[in-house]
């Protein structure tokens, strides 16, 4: 019998990554996915042609986790097709940077439901589900290294993923006597678009940082995206991989991890190891 993994935001970036790893480790998916995203049924359809092409069953459910509703929506979905579920992985979430002078309700609450309450209703509904069940599973959410670091314009999602890093220690001490563990991945700057892709993002949200005006037409790729531009500050050369957070699920869920409860794994290449910042910090006014 195959084993179970639910995903949320799982078709695309490094929920695709870990969808494929795995696949490739005999697990059936189901992953969420936001219906507005940019070209999402391209990679609704490829990601699960691609767990397919493993052999394994794949599910897909259409939520958008901003809506309080959702996560129960979609955990009651993915249990019923894929029969159980052995591992959940929290990775849906944005950043929607503001600097705290600018913060309205609706940013906070659109954050706070996302990448907040929805990690922390999917752990309590997988985890139930697990005890219920008599099933010595994992769960484990993608945090981020900004959980250690501050960033200018980004207090909630650097406090929510800090708050994330700590909590899950009193979360494993509370599922332990049932051989379930929880553990976090904080992944650094991860290459989540290829420039190919860039260029199909017509009209960037705030949440694109990554993106260049010189992608709109497809037609002036430059040399260097907004990943490579990091190389030369991330101490191991180069910016992350779908896969190589995805490397780090697979262990933590694996037999050979089967001591490992409570901690947050940083894969960062030594990203935040000096203190210095990617993305929206002012390095340029010498902030390191």
Known sequence: MALRAII???????????AIALAKEGY??????????????????KTTADVKAHGQRCFSFAGDFSDKDAC???????VNALGGVDLLINNAGVNKPKAIQDIDEENLDFLLTLDFRTYIMMMHLASRYMVDHDIKGNIINITSSRGERVYPNCGLYC??????????GAFALD????????NNVAPGAVRIRTKEEIADIKEPTDMEYY?????????????????????????LGRAGLPEDVANAVVFLSSDKASYITGITLRIDGGLILPGTPEGSARTDEGWS
């Open 72 to 78: 129960k929506a979609f955990f009651d979905y993915a």
């Open 159 to 168: 406090g929510m993923k800090a708050g994330l890093n700590h909590m899950i």
């Open 28 to 45: 059936d998916i189901a992953f969420s996915y936001c219906p507005t995203a940019i070209n999402v049924d391209y990679f609704v359809k």
């Open 211 to 235: 993106w260049d005006p010189r992608f709109t037409d497809g037609s002036d790729l430059p040399d260097k995206d907004f990943w490579d531009n990091l190389n030369d500050i991330i101490p």
């Open 175 to 182: 599922l332990a006597p049932y051989g379930i563990r929880v």
């Open 8 to 18: 949320t935001g799982g078709e695309s970036g490094i929920g695709r990554g870990i």
